[in-house]
């Protein structure tokens, strides 16, 4: 009787150190980091193509891939009105798992007009509860558009309510020499972009100004080289790798965010 019984201590024995080593052994999932903007985050494919180049493509030289996933998710054209109506977002949020990080970048397309036949992609200037009844003539049928900020709110309450972290970042600005001069000026959709970062509690990167304080201190000459010869707003590969070290120094001067902890 007792041996049985001894056999069947060792045996429970033999089965709590299995069950516990397989979970100590059991690889922890590293955390992703989501991208969502528009090309100035990742221009067509992200590979380059025609010189243009958005800072999503190189900010994974800043962080510690080992322990954690980079993302690129975000798509030319898009604003943060129809980077949520024209299906992209349903997909990326699918994906967002509990410890993951968010950063978005939106702005630039969203200065578009509400309801034109080109793209139909603008949002309502500012960070209020405005709300406008549109025909929208891309998809035939009615449509209610938000301001800026409404819509970068709904990205933040999905994001949260993953418990994943939210991150904001203001617009690259767009290549400010003009007759052979650096013309610096301020960006609204940069200022709201703050706005509703402090007004929701989350991390806020003040890209823009970094940017333009970088650009401050350089010739005209110096400043154009960052950009295409092809518009006024994309980067080339030089402009993306600057704009992908200012966003991570943007990440490293952000308070109790644990992003920071990724940074090489």
């Not at 080992?66 to 024209?86: C, H, M, P, Y």
């Not at 709201?192 to 929701?200: L, P, Q, R, T, Y």
């Not at 400043?223 to 070290?245: C, I, P």
Request: charged share 25%; proline share 3%.
């Amino acid at each position: 009787m007792k041996s049985i019984s001894n056999r069947l201590s060792l045996t429970l024995l033999s089965i709590f150190i299995f069950c516990a080593s397989c979970i100590l052994l059991k690889p922890k999932q590293k955390p992703t980091l989501f991208l969502i903007g528009d090309s100035t985050v990742k221009n067509g494919k992200g590979n380059g193509d025609g010189g243009l180049w958005g800072w999503g493509s190189f900010i994974s030289d800043f962080l510690n891939t080992d322990k954690i996933n980079v993302e690129n998710e975000a798509l030319g054209g898009t604003s943060s009105r129809t980077f949520q109506t024209n299906g992209l977002w349903t997909p990326v949020l699918a994906k967002i798992k509990k410890g993951d990080f968010v950063m978005m970048q939106f702005g630039h397309n969203d200065s578009s007009p509400l309801d034109d036949t080109a793209r139909a992609r603008g949002t309502i200037k500012g960070i209020g509860m405005e709300s406008k009844a549109i025909y929208n003539p891309i998809k035939k049928k009615q449509e209610v558009v938000y301001t800026y900020g409404w819509y970068m709110r709904k990205f933040i309450d999905d994001i949260k309510a993953k418990g994943a972290t939210a991150i904001i970042c203001s617009s690259i600005p767009r290549n400010p020499v003009k007759d052979g001069k650096v013309v610096l000026v301020d960006d609204l959709y940069a200022t709201w972009a703050k706005e509703v970062a402090k007004a929701e509690n989350v991390g806020f990167i003040p890209l823009n100004q970094l940017i333009k304080d970088k650009y401050a201190t350089l010739s005209a000459e110096q400043v154009q080289a960052y950009f295409t010869e092809k518009d006024h707003t994309h980067t080339n590969e030089a402009g993306a790798k600057l704009n992908a070290s200012l966003v991570a120094e943007g990440v490293r001067a952000l308070k109790s965010n644990p992003l920071k902890r990724y940074l090489k």
